[in-house]
């Protein structure tokens, strides 16, 4: 085999990121390969939401939302999230979802555009990206969406001029394929169009550069651990927050919610895309996250992200070449995330078996394979033993077991 479980070992022993495994809850006897759809949960999580519960929502009732900061959440958890996106203070605001996130800075960017009626959408994006575009697009009356393929097509579709935003997200959920968001932004913003980036597979895979950006949104809960449903993120560029104006014109993004004013005006700077009330234990959750973040060097991160992904491309093309395996993402770790798919036409059966011998990845249809690498927990041992189950599984044809064909609700 290309490299044994004890140089695996060493390779672990030597990590720079390895004490920060210990921040985290992970089951024994499991390999956790989908930090890229729920991330695993901070150990001091629990804590985090107990005192919250207990300290400032027990001990100070209503008072907290003065008294323990609870008004500013969105904007203060927003500067602390910042840096791992290569944003600064008071350019991200953190609440709701990233559905909503995407009606946010769609309808803001629809508006910095007036005169442009098209929308440019990603036929691979992820659903929920392409549905709130279209329910966006059909309120709004009068735009047109414009489909690419990841940016296949793009050219095209910016020709005429008419293009008010692209949205795309920087990582395919489906392939791990990353773009050249800066190459891509450039050639957006050169044809007049505004470039929305959707970073949920990137945040928390490896230093985001959301600087050129007009805006981004993500999620927590993915590689960010904040826990199931933490609240999304909101980038507003600086050169658009004086005049950014969304539709989503809730009392949180008021510029003075508590004067119950009957017409809305917005607050200055990035707090007008907050919305409604934060949820409040969800930010506690979060930001015992951030609070293990801050101890992450994102070179680190980035470099091992790089070896745990390029070692199991290695090891399974090795270990499964015979089983009908292909590869769906790209060789040059430049063009990928944290995340390595492949591609098998029993692909569903064959997930199951391998989540039953312990090795957690999903699938997506029609027929991937999916394994996301978190690098502050997932080390170069777990990488080893999910290929040699898989590579069991496929030999052994586990996958034929008829328990393994029924869909659950949740793939
Ligand atoms: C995970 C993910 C979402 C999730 O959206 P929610 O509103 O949090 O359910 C949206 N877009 C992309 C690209 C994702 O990967």
Known sequence: MAI???DCAALDAADPLRHLRDEFVLPDGTVYLVGNSLGAPPKRASAAVTRVVEEEWGGRLVGAWNADGWFDLPTSTGDRLAPL?????????VGDTTSIAIVKAVSAALRLRPGRRVIVSDL???PTDRYMVQGLAGALGGYEIRDVRGTEGLDEALAGGDVACVLLSEVDYRTGNRHDTAEVTARVQAAGAL?????CHSAGAYQVDVSPADFAVGCTYKYLNGGPGSPAFVYVHPRHQADAEHILTGWHGHAAPFAFEPGYRPAEGVRRFAVSTPHVLSFASLNASLDVWERADLAEVRAKSVALTSLFIDLVEELCAPYGLGLATS????????QVSFTHPEGYPVMRALIDRGVHGDFRAPDILRFGFAPLYIRHV???D??????????KEHWRDERYRRRLAVT
């Not at 060789?331 to 944290?338: A, F, I, L, N, T």
């Not at 999910?386 to 030999?395: D, G, S």
Request: hydrophobic share 45%.
């Open 4 to 6: 044994s479980r004890a």
């Open 382 to 384: 777990d990488v080893h």
């Open 195 to 199: 470039m929305v980036w959707d970073l």
């Open 124 to 126: 691979d994006n992820f």
């Open 386 to 395: 999910a290929a040699v189950t898989l590579a069991e599984v496929l030999e």
């Open 331 to 338: 060789r040059d770790p430049e063009r990928r995330g944290s």
């Open 85 to 93: 996106i290569g944003a600064g203070p008071g350019q991200v605001v």
